[in-house]
């Protein structure tokens, strides 16, 4: 099975900050990478897909990037709505599998 | 609008049985692939089974294999999980999620969850 680890696994951040989260694959996933938002008690909500491309409706601040085994999940200038939890996702091999989560909080 | 909603959680003993549903609106079913992914309590995201567009082909995770089942009615626009020799470890959130055919693994849409609690 492919491992995703993200960093950090906890951030702490204010509104209007640039934040970035970093997920690594245990091996090339090419870019087949997408990303998550979850808040609490809710389900995930689809973000980006094949590493940069943007979901229709996800606001122009979240950007990805990457090929290969490191990915980036980028919010160029955070809002209140922002502050939520975050998975990444490899869709390269079955099982998917998802990064560990990285829990974004306000400052 | 696209809707999932799952249903058929609860409490049920060590060993005992669940089937969870998850009712589709707002597109047309038969076109996508469908997947259940779990969450444990305060825990992260893990899929668990996947289904292709016409039912003949699944695949689960192997902590599943041999207990679980994933199925689908197009007809009645539902997707199924047969859950069978329940454990605590199965303790969890239960998302269904659809994936468009062009991209088996991308989980667009997912539903609201249903909850499995295994506990005596």
């Known amino acids: 099975d492919i491992q995703m680890t993200q960093s950090p696994s906890s951030l702490s951040a204010s509104v209007g900050d640039r934040v970035t989260i970093t997920c690594r694959a245990s091996q090339s996933i090419r870019t087949y990478l997408n990303w998550y938002q979850q808040k609490p008690g809710k389900a995930p909500k689809f973000l980006i897909y094949a590493a940069s491309s943007l979901q229709s409706g996800v606001p122009s601040r979240f950007s990805g990037s990457g090929s290969g085994t490191d990915f980036t999940l980028t919010i160029s200038s955070l809002q209140p709505e922002d502050f939520a939890t975050y998975y990444c996702q490899q869709s390269y091999s079955t099982p998917i599998t998802f990064g560990q989560g990285t829990r974004l909080e306000i400052k | 609008e696209v809707q999932l909603v799952e249903s058929g959680g609860g409490l049920v003993q060590p060993g005992g049985s669940l089937r969870l549903s998850c009712v589709a609106s707002?597109?047309?079913?038969?076109?996508?692939?469908m997947h259940w992914v779990r969450q444990a309590p305060g825990k992260g995201l893990v899929w668990v089974s996947r289904i292709n567009n016409d039912g003949n082909n699944t695949i689960h995770a192997d902590s599943v294999k041999g207990r679980f089942t994933i199925s689908r009615d197009n007809a009645k626009n539902t997707l199924y999980l047969q859950m069978n020799s329940l454990r605590a470890e199965d303790t969890a959130v239960y998302y269904c999620?659809?994936?468009?055919?062009?991209?088996?693994?991308?989980?667009?849409?997912w539903g609201q969850g249903t909850l499995v609690t295994v506990s005596s």
């Open positions: 707002g597109f047309t079913l038969s076109n996508y692939w």
């Open positions: 999620a659809r994936a468009p055919y062009y991209d088996f693994f991308r989980l667009d849409y």
